[in-house]
């Protein structure tokens, strides 16, 4: 609208009225034309910058932008917070069982150091003759301490395992808390997301659990998607906290769980190792105690022989001295075994003439009597031998026998597939006592 401008009202030239009076009317009028043109150009300038009518729906419209916007970007952290609460979850459940398998490694090594102590246990069931302590003891003795050794490795393992699992809940809680926190404002939306996420990322509803690579990527709290942590914005101090110790927890979980692996099996080929090495002495062991019994064995069919021989002998020699003394009466004494026979006693009628006889006789008979005697000392002695190889055979064969079942129960029981209570009752006496008795010639 233009506006209009009034001039100055003409006047007469010659006045009859006071100026006084005219300049106030003129004042007035001025006064008045300034209001309206004031009056003119504050309507142009309220029609240019005064709100419309629509001020309310648009106040409203522009408050629930804001609040989606903001909506939107919790549901945002709220999504990221739970992917990383399923990761922690199968971080957890993975390193449960990676805790089941370390326990049974442990209870494989406190059945191997149980089967070590048994099989001492039965070693000392041994004849004294075979106690002596051997190549087997030392293995046996090498086994315990390397048994020993990898069981305080497996108990340490463990107790990390345990302490990350507590830490693992512990940010899982944090997790949960948060997300909870953020979704006090999630009940007027949906908590459906898209397929993509805005930094062109699969979702882990789309590809399933994320690789390996995914889960180690390089998140801080200052991540380009979340945006910086403010207080009071969507993405929250807490909820950095909460990812970043997350994130740091999973890593964690991934290395003990490769370390749990590597130590299960490391501990188990040593074990095997050990294992064998025992075995193959105790069996190297029973092959020369059998040597040994074999030897003895022919020795002590050598050793029949001769008192056989020295018996057969003495027998002959004690038929021989028998004979050499003659009959027990004079009155069996046949003429010619008489010592004054009549041809002695022709030939002793000359002087000097004296036969050595009977001294002969009589030096025979010691002789054979000292012969006798000799034969039966070496009888003696080779029974004594007998005995003693006898006895030597008998524990050999015991040390075999307690050898052979050590190592049987060893290969039982390397499978592990045994229940340590009954094994922790059976008395190694009871395993010896069972054997048949052994019969030695």
Do not use: F
Not at 290 to 301: N, P
Not at 310 to 329: E, H, L
């Amino acid at each position: 609208m233009a506006v209009t401008t009034r001039g100055v009202l003409p006047l007469a030239t010659a006045t009859i009225g006071p100026d006084v009076w005219r300049d106030a009317t003129v004042r007035g009028i001025k006064v008045a034309q300034k209001v309206v043109d004031k009056s003119e150009k504050g309507a142009i300038l309220g029609k240019q910058l005064d709100p419309l009518p629509t001020l309310r729906d648009n106040c409203a419209q522009q408050s629930n932008t804001t609040v989606h916007k903001y909506v939107r970007e919790v549901r945002m952290v709220v999504v990221r917070l739970r992917e990383y609460l399923l990761e922690t979850n199968e971080e957890i459940k993975s390193l449960i069982r990676g805790k089941e398998a370390l326990e049974k490694a442990l209870e494989h090594r406190r059945k191997d150091i149980l089967l070590n102590q048994q099989s001492t246990a039965i070693r000392l069931t041994r004849p004294p003759r075979e106690k002596v302590p051997d190549g087997a003891d030392e293995l046996l003795q090498a086994e315990l301490k390397h048994l020993l050794k990898l069981k305080k490795t497996l108990e340490a393992q463990l107790r990390e395992t345990q302490k990350h699992l507590q830490e693992l809940d512990g940010v899982r809680k944090l997790l949960t808390a948060v997300i909870q926190e953020r979704s006090h404002v999630m009940d007027l939306i949906t908590h459906a997301v898209s397929s993509v996420t805005s930094n062109g990322r699969l979702s882990s509803r789309r590809e399933g659990r994320t690789s390996r690579q995914e889960e180690s990527r390089p998140e801080t709290p200052n991540n380009p998607v979340l945006g910086e942590p403010d207080p009071l914005g969507p993405y929250t101090p807490d909820a950095a906290k909460a990812i970043e110790e997350a994130r740091e927890a999973n890593l964690k979980s991934a290395a003990l769980r490769k370390a749990i692996k590597e130590s299960i099996d490391k501990t188990t080929m040593l074990q095997q190792a050990a294992h064998r090495s025992v075995n193959d002495g105790l069996t190297q062991k029973l092959a020369e105690t059998i040597t040994m019994t074999q030897h003895l064995q022919v020795s002590s069919g050598e050793n029949r022989a001769a008192m056989h021989r020295a018996q057969r002998w003495y027998d002959t020699t004690d038929k021989a001295r028998t004979i050499t003394m003659g009959p027990v009466s004079s009155s069996d004494l046949t003429t010619r075994e008489r010592l004054e026979r009549p041809l002695v006693r022709v030939y002793q009628r000359h002087p000097g003439n004296q036969l050595p006889e009977a001294h002969d006789i009589i030096s025979g008979q010691v002789d054979l009597l000292k012969s006798l005697k000799a034969t039966s000392r070496n009888l003696g002695l080779l029974h004594l031998a007998r005995m003693r190889l006898r006895d030597d055979i008998r524990d050999k064969k015991v040390g075999a026998d307690v050898d052979a079942h050590i190592v049987r129960l060893r290969r039982r029981r390397g499978n592990h597939r045994w229940v340590m209570e009954g094994a922790e009752a059976q008395i190694p006496g009871q395993l010896v006592a069972t054997r048949p008795h052994v019969e030695c010639p």
